[in-house]
């Protein structure tokens, strides 16, 4: 095997896969943004390179919940009593 096989595996402890932490009210939405085309319209929204993006680490454990690889972007959506913000993140 390649490396380019083993690029998106994860390793989980069973402690943190025996509560799903995507269901707690306290963490905001998350979606992958894989696909290149999407990737784009979202650089030119928000007038940016990849590189000036804020980043999420694989370890993060949102991250592995979603399975995030180096390149891909993070969409994240946080509610509150003024409105709804997205923000993105890329993953390193």
């Known amino acids: 095997y390649r490396l380019a096989h083993f690029r998106n595996i994860h390793a989980f402890y069973l402690d943190h896969l025996a509560t799903d932490i995507t269901e707690h009210a306290i963490v905001p939405r998350h979606r992958c943004v894989r696909k290149g085309a999407e990737i784009h319209k979202i650089l030119e929204l ?9 980043i999420i ?13 180096p390149g891909d972007i993070c969409e994240i959506t946080r509610n509150s009593s003024v409105g709804e913000t997205t923000i993105y993140r890329v993953c390193l």
Do not use: E, G, V
């Open 57 to 69: 680490l694989r370890k993060d454990p949102m991250a592995k919940c979603l399975r995030l690889a």
């Open 46 to 54: 928000c007038n940016a390179k990849i590189t000036q993006l804020p």
